[in-house]
């Protein structure tokens, strides 16, 4: 499985982006997918998952209610919906495949290139 992320950028605080992940690979619905962010200093950390048949979803507390995770298996495409967004949303963003429990002990089978979101304030 390969993983291509888009969608980031500049936005000011309050502010909405939706990211993409295309995943190319035959066995794309097998996995679980997620999103994964790294600040700048920091260490990459879990923001949220969707199970393979999208109906189990699970999200850190700092994104709860703003973000909103969702996959569409005919596209092959995961996505991230973000609202509300904070000036410590600002990181790179991941999208990564594996399983599902396992994607959020930082245990990824697959890393997608990271996408930049930066939010003024």
């Known amino acids: 499985v390969q993983l291509q992320a888009s969608g980031g950028g500049l936005v000011q605080a309050g502010g909405s982006l939706r990211l993409s992940c295309a995943a190319s690979g035959r066995t794309f619905s097998s996995y679980a997918m997620g999103w994964f962010r790294q600040a700048p200093g920091k260490e990459r950390e879990f923001v949220t998952n969707i199970a393979w048949s999208g109906g189990r979803t699970y999200y850190t507390d700092s994104v709860k209610g703003r973000f909103t995770i969702s996959r569409e298996t005919a596209k092959n495409t995961v996505y991230l919906q973000m609202n509300s967004l904070k000036p410590e949303d600002t990181a790179v963003y991941y999208c990564?495949?594996?399983?599902?429990?396992?994607?959020?002990?930082?245990?990824?089978?697959?890393w997608g290139q990271g996408t930049q979101v930066t939010v003024s304030s």
């Open positions: 990564a495949a594996g399983g599902f429990f396992e994607l959020r002990t930082m245990k990824v089978d697959y």
